[in-house]
């Protein structure tokens, strides 16, 4: 049985898979969070603490 962190984890990595393959499509946190199966905000929030920044500023590094 897996514990919540390691799901969170795996959602995690999952988000930033899926930025960093539509990164040039500029996915909003909706269509993000759709794709991990969360809502929105739970899933900003999730991401914030598993990466120390905002999914928004991620898809800003990943642009630069």
């Given at each position: 049985?897996?514990?919540q962190?390691?799901?969170n984890?795996?959602?995690i990595a999952e988000a930033i898979d899926f930025i960093n393959q539509n990164f040039?499509?500029?996915p909003s946190l909706s269509q993000i969070a759709e794709k991990i199966n969360?809502?929105?905000d739970h899933f900003q929030r999730l991401f914030t603490e598993?990466?120390?920044t905002s999914p928004k500023k991620f898809l800003q590094y990943i642009n630069i």
């Amino acid at each position: 049985m897996e514990t919540q962190a390691t799901i969170n984890y795996k959602r995690i990595a999952e988000a930033i898979d899926f930025i960093n393959q539509n990164f040039k499509n500029q996915p909003s946190l909706s269509q993000i969070a759709e794709k991990i199966n969360l809502s929105p905000d739970h899933f900003q929030r999730l991401f914030t603490e598993w990466t120390g920044t905002s999914p928004k500023k991620f898809l800003q590094y990943i642009n630069i």
